[in-house]
């Protein structure tokens, strides 16, 4: 290590009162230096800290630190969501793509601090922001001042993530586990719901998806596909098995060819072993995995993630139940429109079709109050519950309901006939 090296204490001690800090997220997330900034909280007045889907405890974000700091954060998660409610921190509603334009100069958001996570460096004085990209690279070139916690256990990931030893101003050496997040449970329903979304995806598709149990799900059941190829926003432990069945090629990409490209990794130690120094992954910032341009380039896109509840129009609620925010944005509306670009790409939204242990349909006549489009009815192919697909491209407003009613719950079919169509 250089000259650079310093403890969690001395490096926080940079960060100041007024200050705006962006935090890396997800597994990324800096633990030693968190924890040093809250050590040091009763120093420090409105630092601003700006971050995402967090998997930490977040106590950043708790009332009883609300006059050391203001947490703004672009999706919220679990530990994040009582606090964005209640007032205590707030959410920024934001495309993916659209993130490192909050860090310009000229943007709302420029950075004094960023706090981050990276590997030990290698031989030529690379870092490697390992599991999680995303927007962290951008942030680390625009801010002030880039602490990095340098972890031992941080894969070594390939691709557009390599920040020089000499483009960070401090570092903390570590040997800290990274987060993990456990496999979700599949259940039947989670199951039926992946059998329909695999039966549209054609060998030689590329693919995006999110992370949840009919991802899991779906990954465990296109071990008879060939020629896949792998361009997405989240990596979790069921691609490892899928490479290793041979299902999965990426040789169809005219771009990134022989490469799964992701921007985070969502996982356990088997994926973030699976990931170090292989050369069959590229790790990229949002600005290129989830840029329209790079999309159209991908022939047979198919976009498959989750929702909240359709309407009987399409549109889909992905992030919040009534005015209470539960997740956000994120990419779904980055892909449900880049997949438009793509010659023979499909948007797929898929969701179980009741909530609330099958007391609330989640294919409603209109969205609740409050509840925000995420993704508008025009970008949306197809609706997938555990009662079928629903194709709503082309399809007149009638044609669109009926498909809808046609998928969700049965004991919800007549009430949603009457609603639409009296």
Known sequence: MSTKEVTAYEAIKHV????????????GEPAVLVEALMADKDRLRDVTIIGGHTLGKSPYAQKNVKKHFNFFTIFTGVDTRDPVNNGTADYIPLRLFDTPRLFAPDGPWPLDIALITVSLPDNDGFCSLGVTVNYTLEADLKAKIVIAEV???????????????DQLDFMVLSDRQLLQIALPHVDEKATLIAKHVSQLIPDGATLQFGTGAVPESLLG????????????GMLSDGIVDLMQKGAITNMEKPINQGKIVATVMWGTDKLYRWADKNPLLEMHPVGYTHDPRVIAKLPNFL????????????????????????SGVGGQADWARNAALSMGGKSIISLPSTAQGGKRSRIVYHLGLGSAVTTPRYDVNYVVTEYGIADLFGKTMRQRAEALISIAHPDFRDSLWRSRFG
């Open 16 to 27: 100041k009162s007024g200050d705006t800090v962006y935090l890396a997220d997800a597994a």
């Open 151 to 165: 972890n031992k256990q941080m894969p070594y990931t390939l691709g557009h993530c390599l920040l020089h030893r």
């Open 221 to 232: 059941l296109l071990v008879d596909k060939r020629r896949l190829g792998i361009h997405t």
């Open 303 to 326: 976009a498959i993630n989750s929702a909240i509840e359709v309407d009987l129009t399409g549109q889909v609620n992905s992030e919040c139940i009534g005015f209470t925010q539960i």
